[in-house]
C-alpha cells in the first residue's frame, strides 16, 4: 500500500487542486452536454468511464505498481465530488468502482489477485461491481441466501443480488455469499467472479428516481463455477471484510453528497443573482439569502466532517463512527441543499431545462445507498456506547 500518511498537507491541496483543473475540464467538454440524454435514456455511458481511466480516475487510490494514481483519501474525496457537482450518476459509478470493487481486491487480495485485476480496474479497461445487497436482504446482510458450495477445486455460487451499480455491465464482481449457516458472521465468504463465467449473468436494469446514468441491476447466479483462486482471504471471512469496505464505502457517498449538495449551492448562487423581482434581484430578499447562507453552512460542515474521516482513513486508524458521521451528514444535506435550491428556482426548479431537478433527483440515493442514515445513527450511537 501507498505511504500516504507520508504525504505533506502542501501536496495534497496541490493534487487536490490539479485533480479539480482537470475534471472541471473534463466534465464541461465530456459530461455537462450530455447530463439529460443519459437520464431520459438511463444510458450507462461505458466509453466516458473508459476515458475517466486514461486519467487515473478508476484507480485513484490503487498504488503505482498496480497501474493506479496511487493517491490517497483526500484526492479521492475530491475525484469524486468534482464529478458529482456536474452529475451524481457518474460520480456514483467512480465511486462505486473504486470504492467497492476495486477496493476489496485492493484491501484483501493477495498478491496473485491484485496481478491479475487491479490494472484492468485501475486502467478503466475493466469495469467493476460489488454484490452484498439481495432482494430480503438489505440492511439484514447476515440473512443473505445466496450460497457457495465447495466442489473440488471451484465454489459453486448459487443465488440473486440486486441494486448492484454495474450489476448488467460489470466486468468484474466481488460477491458476498453465505458459505456457513445464516446469521452467522463467520459463515459468509467473498468471491471474484469475471463476466463470462458460465451460470453469472445480469438480471433486470432498475427504472430509477435519479441516478439515471449510473448502472444499477440484479446479478444472478445459477451453478455459477468459480476457481477457487477466487476466494478473497479465507472462508468465513467475508462479512467482515465487507464491513470495512463499507466504512470506506461511507466515505464515498459522503463525497458525492457533498459534490451533490455544492453543485445544487452554486446552482442557487447563480440564480438568486440573476433573477429579477420587484425591480432587483432575489439574493437581495433576506428570505433568499438567510436560505443560501444555511445551505452553504451545512454543505462546509459536510466538508470538515468528511476530512476528518478521510485524514484517520490515510492514515489507517479506526474511521466507522466518523466516516458514519460524514456518510450521515452530508446525505441528508445533500437532500435538504437540492430541496432548497428547487425552492430558490421555483417553478423553474420543477423543469428539466434548469440543473436543480436533476440535483434534487439524485440526491436521495445518498440516505440509502452503502446503509441508510438510520444504520449511519445506528453505528455512532453504538460507538457511542462502547466502555
Not at 459509478?93 to 485485476?117: D, P
Not at 465454489?155 to 448492484?164: E, Q, R, S, Y
Not at 445544487?264 to 440573476?274: H, K, S
Request: hydrophobic share 40%; with cysteine.
Amino acid at each position: 500500500m501507498n505511504n500516504i500518511s507520508e504525504n505533506t498537507p502542501e501536496l495534497i491541496a496541490e493534487n487536490c487542486q490539479m485533480i479539480k483543473e482537470m475534471l472541471r475540464d473534463f466534465c464541461e467538454k465530456e459530461v455537462r452536454p450530455n447530463i439529460m440524454k443519459w437520464d431520459e435514456s438511463q444510458e450507462f455511458p461505458i466509453s466516458l468511464f473508459k476515458k475517466l481511466g486514461e486519467l487515473g480516475l478508476m484507480g485513484v487510490l490503487v498504488p503505482h505498481e498496480y497501474g493506479g494514481a496511487g493517491f490517497g483519501y483526500h484526492e479521492y474525496v475530491t475525484v469524486v465530488s468534482e464529478i458529482a457537482k456536474v452529475d451524481g450518476s457518474i460520480g456514483l459509478s467512480v465511486a462505486a468502482h473504486n470504492s467497492l470493487c476495486t477496493g476489496h481486491i485492493m484491501q484483501f487480495g493477495n498478491e496473485e489477485q491484485k496481478q491479475r485485476w487491479l490494472p484492468k480496474l485501475a486502467s478503466g479497461e475493466w469495469i467493476g461491481a460489488w454484490g452484498l445487497t439481495e432482494p430480503n436482504t438489505g440492511s439484514d446482510a447476515g440473512n443473505m441466501k445466496t450460497t457457495a458450495v465447495k466442489d473440488g477445486d471451484h465454489w459453486v455460487i448459487n443465488g440473486t443480488k440486486n441494486f448492484i451499480t454495474h450489476g448488467i455491465s460489470g466486468d468484474v464482481a466481488v460477491v458476498m455469499t453465505r458459505t456457513g449457516e445464516v446469521g452467522d458472521s463467520h459463515g459468509m465468504s467473498a468471491f471474484v467472479v469475471e463476466r463470462g463465467t458460465p451460470g453469472f449473468t445480469g438480471g433486470k436494469k432498475e427504472n430509477k428516481l435519479g441516478m439515471r446514468a449510473s448502472e444499477t441491476a440484479e446479478m444472478i447466479f445459477d451453478d455459477c463455477r468459480v476457481p477457487a483462486e477466487n476466494l478473497l482471504g479465507e472462508v468465513g471471512e467475508g462479512f467482515v471484510q465487507a464491513l470495512k469496505i463499507l466504512d470506506g464505502g461511507r466515505i464515498s457517498i459522503a463525497a458525492l453528497g457533498l459534490g451533490i449538495a455544492q453543485g445544487a449551492l452554486d446552482a442557487a448562487v447563480a440564480y438568486a443573482q440573476e433573477r429579477q423581482q420587484f425591480n432587483q434581484s432575489i439574493s437581495k430578499f433576506q428570505g433568499i439569502s438567510f436560505k443560501i447562507a444555511d445551505m452553504a453552512t451545512q454543505v462546509m460542515a459536510s466538508r470538515l466532517l468528511i476530512k476528518e474521516a478521510a485524514e484517520l482513513k490515510n492514515q489507517g486508524k479506526k474511521i466507522n463512527r466518523e466516516s458514519a458521521m460524514a456518510k450521515l451528514h452530508s446525505s441528508e444535506t445533500a437532500v435538504s441543499v437540492a430541496n432548497d435550491a428547487v425552492q430558490i428556482f421555483g417553478g423553474y426548479g420543477y423543469v428539466k431545462d434548469f440543473p436543480v431537478e436533476k440535483f434534487y433527483r439524485d440526491s436521495k440515493l445518498c440516505t440509502i445507498g452503502e446503509g441508510t442514515s438510520e444504520i449511519q445513527k445506528l453505528v455512532i450511537s453504538r460507538t457511542l456506547f462502547e466502555k
